[in-house]
């Protein structure tokens, strides 16, 4: 009040204390009793008395200023931005308005969007004036990273670190605007200063752990969280975000450990419960994610805990259960009226049977959905029943209905038609339809070619994946599939080079690391880079048994027995049924000595068959010595 400061310090000695009514009492007089009323904590008597004082000068804003703060601390925030709206149309410039207004407008932003927008112009308009003020620059920070400008918000940001170091609340906030506007390497320093000056500051810790993760580097995100301090090594935060780096790191064991620790002591909280459950399913522990997920199933789940739920369903071979849980959230989908979402569930339910080949329990749901709304949907149902209907060996039907389809172009139905009749096994006429179709749709030669590729017709595709690369050399689609193309016609040296050059292109795409990887172990060269390439393929896939495989694969092949059983085991247990895998895991038992867990390896490989490996499976039985 700086117009009434003078006069109230000449009335605070002059003037008695007031007796009557307020309105016959001078302003100042009445405003040093409002103070001397906050003073003493009674909050509404002085809200009484500041309104007598406005009503004898409205246009006094730093009455309305003091108004505001009063009703502030009265919990009356809508009224306080009343106040203070006022005061700024009285005093536009002014900064003490301008700061109060924003405070009060920061405060209300979190439940009122306008709120916001206040807030900001306020402080940028006070900034302009006093371009240092601390609570100014932090207070715009806030804002900026609210409104997802974390540019915006590293600029003041840093203004503030430099006006105040070693500010642990400005530190912070200043650390997640320098990570939201990408710029990784000032986050780590900035935290590393941080930890460097304290190690005890957890929360400089675990900003830089999440900062070097979202950066691709968990192994490092998890010696830092390792490296806190013993007593804080306890801290159940900092153990979940450990076992988390760990299982981003390509070390699912160790994260079971401690994430399972975490759930002991933390049983109610969901996001360890998560966490573990996701370990085990890529561990292959299914039923153990199957018991831990289910605290949190229930009507309405979020799609997230349906696919964890699935997926640790199919794990088991509880196929049925699986498809009744995709169900029971179509039959949610529907009743909201998300009839998109509703379709690719059924979808999906579809796709469990396809994949265990039970195609009489893919038939029915692919006809309920061949009207979809979604075209692309509507043309996978009738590809779905398509193959249904050539896998009961009625492939003339398959082809009449397509014909008769309403819901594909002439190219995509070709397309569809050339799948069919490979499927069918009438070959000949399949290759016709594709060199025709090829001709005379440029566009599609790669969908053409790959579906002669997965027919294991690599002659016959290659002229087509060599076209399709010339034409769309950016496609990494293409490259890759030519690339195996190649590998598939034992032509090993181009093979390499053209998966060299996916992933020079994509260094971090699974299916090419695996391959490449893959193919080198199992012609025993370059063992430690095929390693290198197959355990992240694992680690950014690590629930693919297919990928786990070729790990220990090659753990075998470069004589480290015992870490191959392990690797192999898990990925047996990924993917139960899979002879190679299987037989993969008795090599490995066998030459870790084994011989009695060999045994029942092979004899597994046996039952799940692999026609051109049974006799090979059967002289390493007859090696072992105890015949098949």
């Given at each position: 009040?700086?117009?009434?400061?003078?006069?109230?310090?000449?009335?605070?000695?002059?003037?008695p204390r007031?007796?009557?009514?307020?309105?016959?009492?001078?302003?100042?007089?009445?405003?040093?009793?409002?103070?001397?009323?906050?003073?003493?904590?009674?909050?509404?008597?002085?809200?009484?008395s500041?309104?007598?004082?406005?009503?004898?000068?409205?246009?006094?804003?730093?009455?309305r200023?003091?108004?505001?703060?009063?009703?502030?601390?009265?919990?009356?925030?809508?009224?306080?931005?009343?106040?203070?709206?006022?005061?700024?149309?009285?005093?536009?410039?002014?900064?003490?308005?301008?700061?109060?207004?924003?405070?009060i407008?920061?405060?209300?932003?979190?439940?009122?969007?306008?709120?916001?927008?206040?807030?900001?112009?306020?402080?940028?308009?006070?900034?302009?004036?006093?371009?240092?003020?601390?609570?100014v620059?932090?207070s715009?920070?806030?804002?900026?990273?609210?409104?997802?400008?974390?540019?915006?918000?590293?600029?003041?940001?840093?203004?503030?670190?430099?006006?105040?170091?070693?500010?642990?609340?400005?530190?912070?906030?200043?650390?997640?605007?320098?990570?939201?506007?990408?710029?990784?390497?000032?986050?780590s320093?900035?935290?590393?200063?941080?930890?460097?000056?304290?190690?005890?500051?957890?929360?400089?810790?675990?900003?830089?752990?999440?900062?070097?993760?979202?950066?691709?580097?968990?192994?490092?995100?998890?010696?830092?969280?390792?490296?806190?301090?013993?007593?804080?090594?306890?801290?159940?935060?900092?153990?979940?975000?450990?076992?988390?780096?760990?299982?981003?790191?390509?070390?699912?064991?160790?994260?079971?450990?401690?994430?399972?620790g975490?759930?002991?002591?933390?049983?109610?909280?969901?996001?360890?419960?998560?966490?573990?459950?996701?370990?085990?399913?890529?561990?292959?522990?299914?039923?153990?994610?199957?018991?831990?997920?289910?605290?949190?199933?229930?009507?309405?789940?979020?799609?997230?805990?349906?696919?964890?739920?699935?997926?640790?369903?199919?794990?088991?071979?509880?196929?049925?259960?699986?498809?009744?849980a995709?169900?029971?959230?179509?039959?949610?989908?529907?009743?909201?009226?998300?009839?998109?979402?509703?379709?690719?569930?059924?979808?999906?339910?579809?796709?469990?049977?396809?994949?265990?080949?039970?195609?009489?329990?893919?038939?029915?749901?692919?006809?309920?959905?061949?009207?979809?709304?979604?075209?692309?949907?509507?043309?996978?149902?009738?590809?779905?029943?398509?193959?249904?209907?050539?896998r009961?060996?009625?492939?003339?039907?398959a082809?009449?209905?397509?014909?008769?389809?309403?819901?594909?172009?002439?190219?995509?139905?070709?397309?569809?038609?050339?799948?069919?009749?490979?499927?069918?096994?009438?070959?000949?006429?399949?290759?016709?339809?594709?060199?025709?179709?090829?001709?005379?749709?440029p566009?599609?030669?790669?969908?053409?070619?790959?579906?002669?590729?997965?027919?294991?017709?690599?002659?016959?595709?290659?002229?087509?994946?060599?076209?399709?690369?010339?034409?769309?050399?950016?496609?990494i689609?293409?490259?890759?599939?030519?690339?195996?193309?190649?590998?598939?016609?034992?032509?090993?040296?181009?093979?390499?080079?053209?998966?060299?050059?996916?992933?020079?292109?994509?260094?971090?795409?699974?299916?090419?690391?695996n391959?490449?990887?893959?193919?080198?172990?199992?012609?025993?060269?370059?063992?430690?880079?095929?390693?290198?390439?197959?355990?992240?393929?694992?680690?950014?896939?690590?629930?693919?048994?297919?990928?786990?495989?070729?790990?220990?694969?090659?753990?075998?092949?470069?004589?480290?027995?015992?870490?191959?059983?392990a690797?192999?085991?898990?990925?047996?247990?990924?993917?139960?049924?899979?002879?190679?895998?299987?037989?993969?895991?008795?090599?490995?038992?066998?030459?870790?000595?084994?011989?009695?867990?060999?045994?029942?390896?092979?004899?597994?490989?046996?039952e799940?068959?692999?026609?051109?490996?049974?006799?090979?499976?059967?002289?390493?039985?007859?090696?072992?010595?105890g015949?098949?």
């Open positions: 009040m700086k117009r009434l400061r003078p006069a109230l310090l000449l009335l605070a000695g002059l003037l007031p007796v009557g009514a307020l309105e016959q009492l001078p302003p100042a007089y009445i405003f040093l009793v409002a103070k001397e009323e906050i003073a003493a904590g009674e909050l509404e008597r002085a809200l009484a500041l309104g007598a004082v406005v009503s004898a000068a409205p246009d006094d804003p730093y009455l200023v003091e108004v505001a703060d009063l009703l502030v601390r009265l919990g009356r925030t809508d009224e306080a931005s009343e106040e203070a709206a006022l005061a700024r149309q009285l005093a536009p410039d002014e900064p003490q308005v301008l700061r109060t207004q924003g405070r407008e920061l405060a209300r932003s979190d439940e009122e969007p306008a709120a916001e927008a206040a807030a900001r112009e306020a402080f940028e308009r006070l900034r302009t004036l006093a371009p240092e003020d601390l609570e620059l932090v715009l920070g806030q804002l900026y990273l609210a409104a997802g400008q974390p540019g915006l918000a590293a600029e003041v940001l840093s203004e503030a670190v430099r006006l105040r170091p070693d500010h642990p609340w400005i530190e912070t906030l200043h650390a997640r605007a320098l990570a939201g506007s990408g710029d990784a390497r000032a986050v320093e900035r935290q590393r200063d941080l930890l460097a000056r304290d190690p005890r500051d957890l929360g400089a810790r675990f900003e830089l752990a999440e900062q070097l993760m979202r950066a691709g580097d968990p192994s490092a995100a998890a010696e830092q969280l390792a490296a806190a301090p013993a007593d804080q090594r306890e801290h159940p935060e900092l153990r979940e975000r450990l076992a988390r780096a760990h299982f981003l790191a390509g070390q699912p064991e160790s994260a079971l450990a401690l994430a399972e975490v759930v002991r002591e933390l049983p109610d909280v969901r996001r360890p419960r998560l966490l573990l459950v996701r370990v085990e399913i890529a561990l292959g522990y299914f039923a153990a994610a199957e018991r831990h997920l289910a605290p949190l199933l229930g009507p309405g789940q979020d799609p997230m805990l349906t696919e964890l739920e699935v997926r640790s369903l199919v794990g088991q071979e509880k196929r049925v259960a699986a498809v009744a995709l169900d029971r959230r179509r039959s949610a989908a529907r009743e909201s009226g998300d009839t998109a979402a509703a379709t690719a569930l059924a979808l999906e339910m579809a796709g469990i049977w396809a994949t265990s080949g039970e195609w009489e329990r893919v038939l029915p749901i692919a006809r309920s959905l061949e009207e979809a709304e979604d075209p692309e949907r509507a043309r996978a149902a009738l590809r779905l029943e398509g193959l249904a209907l050539v009961a060996g009625r492939l003339d039907e082809l009449a209905r397509l014909a008769s389809s309403a819901r594909l172009d002439a190219q995509r139905a070709a397309l569809l038609r050339v799948e069919l009749l490979l499927e069918g096994e009438r070959r000949s006429e399949a290759l016709v339809e594709a060199r025709r179709l090829a001709a005379a749709w566009g599609g030669t790669l969908a053409v070619a790959g579906r002669l590729q997965d027919a294991g017709l690599y002659e016959e595709s290659l002229p087509l994946l060599q076209r399709s690369v010339d034409a769309a050399p950016e496609s689609e293409a490259a890759f599939r030519l690339a195996t193309c190649l590998e598939r016609l034992q032509r090993f040296d181009e093979a390499v080079e053209a998966l060299r050059r996916v992933l020079e292109r994509a260094p971090k795409l699974p299916p090419a690391l391959y490449l990887g893959y193919l080198w172990i199992g012609r025993g060269e370059n063992l430690d880079e095929a390693l290198g390439m197959v355990n992240e393929a694992v680690r950014l896939d690590p629930d693919n048994g297919a990928y786990v495989d070729s790990l220990g694969w090659g753990l075998y092949q470069a004589g480290r027995f015992s870490e191959a059983v690797a192999l085991e898990r990925a047996s247990r990924l993917q139960p049924r899979d002879a190679t895998i299987l037989e993969h895991l008795g090599d490995a038992r066998a030459a870790a000595g084994d011989l009695a867990g060999a045994r029942e390896a092979y004899l597994q490989a046996l799940s068959g692999r026609p051109g490996a049974l006799g090979e499976i059967h002289r390493k039985l007859s090696d072992l010595g015949g098949s």
